[in-house]
Nanobody
Framework: VQLQASGGGLVQAGGSLRVSCTASVRTFSSYTMGWFRQAPGKEREFVAGISRSGGVTDYADSVKGRFAISRDNAKNMVYLQMNSLKPEDTAVYYC??????????????WGQGTEVTVSS
């Protein structure tokens, strides 16, 4: 599984941004997908996850109500729509894939990150 994230950039606080991830895999719909982030000097943390069908989503408390994860299985894409961005959302965002159900929260495959900077 190869994952490539894109769409990062610089945005003002309160603004919105959507990051995308393309998966190179034949059976994309067999994978739970997730987004993680790593801020400077901090450990990588879970942001959001979406089940294989897209019917179940999971979010970190820090982004609930502001971020939305979605997927398009026909296009092998997963998205993270980020609204009401805060400076503390500044991080490198990584997409990840897992062959396990969403409840396991165990991701095996990782893409390169895309950097998101939120200015105050």
């Amino acid at each position: 599984v190869q994952l490539q994230a894109s769409g990062g950039g610089l945005v003002q606080a309160g603004g919105s941004l959507r990051v995308s991830c393309t998966a190179s895999v034949r059976t994309f719909s067999s994978y739970t997908m997730g987004w993680f982030r790593q801020a400077p000097g901090k450990e990588r943390e879970f942001v959001a996850g979406i089940s294989r069908s897209g019917g179940v989503t999971d979010y970190a408390d820090s982004v609930k109500g502001r971020f939305a994860i979605s997927r398009d299985n026909a296009k092998n894409m997963v998205y993270l729509q980020m609204n009401s961005l805060k400076p503390e959302d500044t991080a490198v965002y990584y997409c990840a894939a897992s062959p396990l159900p969403i409840a396991h929260k165990a991701y095996n495959y990782w893409g390169q990150g895309t950097e998101v900077t939120v200015s105050s």
